[in-house]
């Protein structure tokens, strides 16, 4: 009478025994560290909102994969911001354009590191919005989907592993399977951004990949913060048009979405910790609120345990690097 027959508390007692009955583990094989590339040469510019994430050019951000993969990280998630923007984003679908240079020339330099290029006409267009603007301020969806489905093309062309639609619009992953399959590249896979928010966590990522609207917000394309239903409609629409994968997007606020889209479908599913999730963890531990290293190790933990089976994160290399010590 009176002393609890369960003790939990019994296997808590020690290190070796809670790493013996550890339920979640990070890994480092489960990392994708997102990398910024800008024009020119030599260039290393500090993302002011993002300490420790810098804009690159093309023989920089060679550098920064070229230490990622030593570090262990397995692939990274490319970003560019041309200099030449229009209303067309033909910067994205050129050959010869930033992120087709930046592609091609980590691939060479590093032809383990699985390349992921993002896919969206935010980057590359004057008003920076995800699709082509009608005269009525309107994102016309079909007209952009077709665009995008070229730019998949041109960056699996220049050696992406795999190509990553951000831009929300719908039907945008048939549309991309099937230029790619025509075009000859039906092994390359897609990471479709299948349940991404309009979120308030995405002010400094703007800053680093020059993508701001110009007008308006992305409400009208972006999920609603509030629906965790429809996230899982818009994922198993994704499913069905032929993405590989699938990503929720941020990742900390929505581990409810992450667990139920895990529930939801076979395929791998991403989640991405994003720019003022990072940002936020930073600014703490400058001002000695936290702890840097246990307050990462925790969410990224609490992400994997929603349900998702890969991370993006600013925090690769070094979380990496901890996993591997």
């Avoid at 093309?58 to 200099?83: I, R, S």
């Avoid at 099937?178 to 390359?188: M, Y």
């Avoid at 479908?265 to 936290?290: C, D, H, M, N, T």
């Avoid at 307050?295 to 998702?308: D, K, Y």
Wanted: charged letters at 25%; one cysteine or more.
């Amino acid at each position: 009478m009176g002393f609890p027959r369960e003790r939990p508390r019994r296997t808590r007692q020690s290190d070796a025994w809670r790493r013996m009955v550890r339920e979640t583990h990070l890994t480092p094989d489960a990392f994708i560290y997102p990398l910024f590339v800008v024009p020119g040469r030599a260039v290393r510019h500090a993302v002011e909102s993002m300490p420790g994430i810098f804009q690159l050019s093309v023989d920089e951000v060679v550098k920064d994969a070229k230490a990622a993969a030593a570090a262990g990280v397995p692939a990274v998630l490319l970003f560019a911001a041309p200099a030449h923007k229009d209303a067309r984003a033909s910067s994205a679908t050129d050959p010869k354009g930033l992120a087709s240079q930046a592609i091609a020339a980590i691939k060479e330099a590093c032809p383990q590191l699985l390349v992921w290029a993002d896919v969206c006409l935010c980057g590359a267009t004057d008003h920076g919005h995800c699709g082509h603007v009608l005269p009525n301020g309107a994102i016309d969806n079909d007209s952009s989907i077709q665009t995008l489905a070229e730019v998949a093309l041109n960056y699996t062309r220049a050696g992406a592993d795999a190509v990553a639609p951000s831009d929300m619009m719908d039907g945008r992953v048939a549309a991309i399977r099937a230029r790619l399959d025509e075009g000859g590249h039906a092994g390359t896979p897609i990471v479709a951004y299948a349940a991404k928010f309009a979120s308030a966590f995405y002010g400094p990522f703007r800053e680093a990949a020059e993508s701001a609207p110009a007008f308006g917000d992305r409400r009208s394309y972006q999920m609603d913060p509030a629906n965790a239903r429809e996230a899982v409609r818009e994922v198993l629409l994704d499913v069905q048009e032929g993405a590989d994968l699938v990503m929720v997007k941020p990742a900390g606020p929505y581990l409810d979405v992450i667990r139920r889209v895990r529930d939801a479908v076979r395929v791998p599913v991403v989640a991405y910790q994003v720019s003022g999730e990072f940002s936020l963890i930073k600014a703490a531990a400058a001002r000695g609120w936290i702890d840097e290293r246990a307050a990462v190790l925790e969410t990224l933990t609490g992400i994997r345990r929603a349900g998702a089976d890969l991370i993006i994160s600013y925090f690769a290399p070094q979380v990496v690097q901890w996993l591997r010590a």
